[in-house]
């Protein structure tokens, strides 16, 4: 068996011990399910034996729209935003392309602005699981944040935008889970350069309506940061703990990581991108984009498309898959910046160990640093196994010993990424 398989499946066995005696199995299984989807899957290849439609201007019956959806961006009958939609833009980095021309990949997400099931029954559910009594501020807190999990997809809309002072860019049509994904041509810029694009929306629509692109050369530094328990709190081996940190607790930085990330920030120079990598479902956008700007500097959040409307799907995208998924998103920002020095910085409560290693392999010389956040600040059942040194060796065998380091204060890590920087 090759390293790397021997420490995925390590890793998983970890992931899986947690879950079954944290209960988490259970706990998903007390949660509201809404998907809209589930229940309505058409086999893979119906939406090519649509008929033709002739008439452009005819409007799109909702049926055959939402049939349509199934093509993602080939939908040759995208639908327009309304005033009752929700439009997220997602901020990004612009690279050079294999050809030396700026380019960046645009996400963006279209929901219904009105969840179509009552709010009050699935905010009573989740208290209830988190143990809350009836307090009319968390009740609030909870309603505020479960809304984007609740919100009808919109699959099969378009997004008309401009980026800076008027290049008009067309985003999407969106698939079945709402969201488009589009690598779009830029006109020329310079490092470090930031600029805004805004969505061209109707009165109503809402949403996070701006976006940010960072210009970066191929040459110099990138940070790639896991998000849930590096550099937020999030109590990912705990299914309770999730639900809190999420729905409930104020959104706290891990003690010393904002003052780590402003230091780094200030050594590589505000033309050094930021790649903040969760392995969160989208619907969580909106509120991890707040904590960024709050607490760490400005980088693109990459987050898992896999659980709209789904709030059990919360707790198994943090606990299933992990290292598959993080591996996957590095790889791209590999194809996308694959002359860059990387810093990887991640924790020992998921699979970062693993997918950094994985990466450092497949990529030798890419990465130039990698930082693993011993936890030891949260009780957990099993994370005296994924703390033992044993772990942090199988995940890193074929990595040089001094590019790899596991701290439990952050202060250890300034004259380390000094160091490397130097």
Not at 128 to 137: C, F, R
Not at 186 to 195: A, F, Q, S, Y
Not at 230 to 242: L, R
Not at 334 to 352: H, Y
Request: aromatic share 8%; glycine share 8%.
């Amino acid at each position: 068996m090759s390293t790397s398989k021997r420490a995925k499946s390590a890793a998983t066995d970890l992931q899986m011990k947690t879950r079954k005696e944290r209960r988490f199995a259970e706990i998903e299984a007390g949660l509201p399910n809404l998907s809209q989807d589930s229940a309505s899957k058409l086999p893979g290849l119906v939406a090519a034996k649509l008929p033709k439609v002739v008439a452009a201007k005819l409007p799109i019956p909702p049926k055959l729209g939402d049939f349509l959806s199934y093509l993602g961006p080939y939908n040759p009958r995208p639908q327009q935003i309304t005033d009752s939609d929700a439009v997220w833009l997602f901020d990004n980095v612009a690279y050079r392309g294999p050809r030396g021309r700026w380019e960046a990949e645009f996400v963006a997400a279209v929901l219904g602005q009105d969840p179509s099931c009552r709010v009050a029954d699935v905010v009573s559910q989740v208290a209830q699981m988190a143990g809350l009594t009836k307090d009319a501020q968390e009740t609030e807190t909870i309603a505020h944040r479960i809304t984007p999990f609740l919100m009808d997809i919109q699959p099969g809309k378009l997004v008309n935008a401009s980026f800076g002072s008027g290049t008009r860019l067309k985003l999407g049509p969106g698939g079945r889970n709402g969201i488009s994904s589009d690598i779009k041509q830029l006109r020329g810029g310079n490092h470090g350069e930031v600029v805004t694009t805004t969505a061209q929306v109707p009165p109503g629509a809402k949403g996070l309506l701006e976006m940010k692109t960072l210009y970066t050369e191929p040459e110099g530094w990138a940070v790639i940061s896991d998000v849930d328990d590096t550099i937020k709190v999030t109590m990912t081996s705990d299914p309770i703990g999730i639900l809190r940190s999420t729905f409930i607790s104020t959104p706290t930085p891990i003690a010393g990581m904002p003052e780590l990330y402003a230091h780094v920030h200030k050594l590589l120079g505000p033309h050094s991108p930021f790649f903040y990598l969760s392995a969160s479902p989208y619907n969580l956008y909106p509120f991890l984009h707040n904590f960024r700007n709050q607490h760490y500097p400005f980088g693109e959040l990459i987050l898992r498309d896999a659980s709209w409307m789904t709030i059990p799907g919360l707790l198994s995208n943090l606990t299933l898959g992990t290292e598959d998924y993080k591996v996957d998103r590095i790889e791209k920002i590999r194809r996308w910046l694959p002359k860059k020095k990387v810093i990887c910085i991640g924790d020992s409560t998921q699979s970062d160990p693993e997918a950094y290693g994985d990466i450092y392999r497949s990529s030798p010389g890419w990465v130039r640093v990698i930082l693993i956040r011993k936890v030891t600040d949260i009780a957990s059942v099993g994370i005296e196994a994924k703390n033992a040194p044993e772990r942090f060796e199988k995940a890193f065998e074929g990595v040089p010993r001094n590019v790899w380091h596991v701290f439990e204060d952050p202060a250890e890590c300034y004259r380390i990424i000094e160091d490397a920087v130097a």
